[in-house]
């Protein structure tokens, strides 16, 4: 057997392995293997290219769609699950896992060449090339859609310039998606991809998290769990007394750099560990970011201050300062659940993935109804996803009488 069809058939075990851990995204196929409902029409994807992505293009194309897909990311990609797509499973794919900034934008005009009807983003540099440099292609798409909340918050600024030209369904803000997506699935997924990195007790470590939204809060609590001392770092009021009341430490980055062992940061914002933070920590410190882009470690002033920068273990460069500080920055910054990873856990990726699917769907349905503004996940879509996860685990749960649904309606039945 060649060694490309060796690389396709570890693809599709892994694709197959996580479909087990997909049965609402399953459920979804199996309708629209009937149904239909994309017949004709054609899906630019950009995503990352990770086995649960492959079962949200199989169910794509098993509703009669036709998909091209290319990485969000040049680190996130699996290259076994790109030839399992190409070879096996028949979806373009256009991803190669390190590949430079220009092969990653080639990429995107790649799918873009399709001529898509709906498009399906993830951080939003799929949006942002067809409207900047492919623009004829603006008439012919109906809508797309949009998995993480920067990407949500690039398109909003669009919409506020008036310069998005088709309606956008935000995933990112459904229920089914950020409240375990973000919080469970980068929780989980970004200690293992710290663990697999370093293979570092984090057991009585001092590790602080940069940002306590919806990453944060899982990035911490599975820290917590883990046995780390964990403090937070934030910048808004409110969540910061969410993160004191929730039992962390509290503090800003200059006052915990010089003791931290860990830092990570999911704040979806630029320069949150910046060279004055850097200069602080002490030798040997491990430094990563789970936030969408790698913008949120200064890394460019870390490297103009390093003497020498090397690989020191996979998916690890040491930075040695003139001081002689040795500061270790995992995945050259960029998401490190999916750089040092697999990205997050598929019983999470179910439920995003759900919502991509089916939000996609409604564009083809609603698209040509819609303004050029970022609308919510319907919020039927969201609770259907939920019933069906439900069922998925065996759960059931209390439905309500004539006589609540009465009572909830009503003002006039006080004391
Ligand atoms: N790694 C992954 O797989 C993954 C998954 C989902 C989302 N994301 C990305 O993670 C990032 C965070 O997403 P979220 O859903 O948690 O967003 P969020 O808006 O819920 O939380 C971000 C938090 O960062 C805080 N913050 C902003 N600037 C800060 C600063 N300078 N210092 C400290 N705190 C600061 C904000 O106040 C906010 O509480 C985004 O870029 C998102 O796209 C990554």
Redesign the pocket.
């Known amino acids: 057997m060649g060694q490309k069809n060796d690389q396709a058939i570890k693809g599709q075990q892994k694709i197959e392995w996580v479909r087990i851990k997909m049965p609402v995204v399953q459920s979804i196929s199996e309708k629209w293997i009937k149904e239909k409902p994309f017949s004709g029409y054609l899906v630019a994807a950009c995503l990352?290219v990770t086995a649960k992505t492959a079962n949200l293009m199989r169910t794509i194309k098993d509703g009669g769609g036709e998909v091209a897909l290319c990485a969000s990311n040049p680190l996130s990609t699996q290259d076994d699950v790109v030839a399992a797509l190409n070879d096996i499973y028949g979806i373009n794919t256009y991803a190669q896992r390190g590949e430079s900034k220009e092969s990653y934008y080639n990429n995107i005009h790649k799918v873009l060449d399709i001529k898509p009807h709906v498009t399906i983003d993830d951080?939003a540099d799929l949006v942002n090339t067809l409207h900047t440099e492919r623009p004829e292609l603006i008439e012919n798409v109906l809508g797309g859609t949009e998995?993480?909340?920067?990407?949500?918050?690039r398109l909003k600024a669009m919409a506020k310039d008036r310069v998005l030209k088709y309606p956008m369904i935000a995933v990112?803000d459904a229920l089914t998606k950020?409240m375990f997506?973000?919080r469970y699935?980068?929780g989980q997924?970004?200690i293992d991809g710290i663990l697999r990195a370093t293979n570092y007790l984090l057991a009585g470590s001092n590790f602080v998290v940069?940002?306590?939204?919806?990453?944060?809060?899982g990035i911490a609590s599975k820290a917590r769990g883990m046995g780390a001392k964990v403090t937070i770092?934030?910048?808004?009021p409110t969540?910061a007394l969410e993160a004191t009341m929730d039992g962390f430490q509290v503090s800003n980055?200059a006052n915990v750099a010089p003791t931290a062992d860990f830092v990570v940061?999911?704040?979806?914002?630029i320069?949150?560990v910046d060279s004055k933070h850097l200069r602080l920590m002490k030798d040997g410190v491990i430094v990563c970011n789970?936030?969408?882009?790698n913008v949120?470690i200064n890394i460019k002033s870390l490297a103009e201050e390093s003497k020498q920068i090397k690989k020191v273990r996979e998916n690890i460069e040491e930075y040695l300062l003139k001081d002689n500080k040795r500061i270790y920055i995992i995945g050259e910054g960029r998401?490190?659940?999916?750089a040092a990873g697999e990205?997050?856990p598929a019983d999470v990726m179910d439920m995003s993935f759900a919502n991509q699917a089916l939000s996609a769907e409604y564009i083809i349905r609603e698209g040509k109804n819609l303004e050029n503004a970022v609308y919510p996940v319907p919020q039927d879509i969201d609770k259907e996803i939920a019933r069906l996860k439900l069922i998925s685990m065996n759960i059931e749960i209390e439905e309500m009488t004539e006589e609540q649904v009465t009572y909830l309606s009503s003002w006039d039945g006080g004391t």
């Open positions: 990352h951080g998995e993480t909340t920067t990407g949500v918050i990112n950020h997506d973000n699935g980068t997924s970004t940069v940002g306590y939204g919806w990453c944060g809060r770092v934030e910048v808004d969540k980055m940061t999911a704040t979806g914002n320069n949150v789970a936030g969408h882009f949120e998401l490190v659940n999916l990205g997050h």
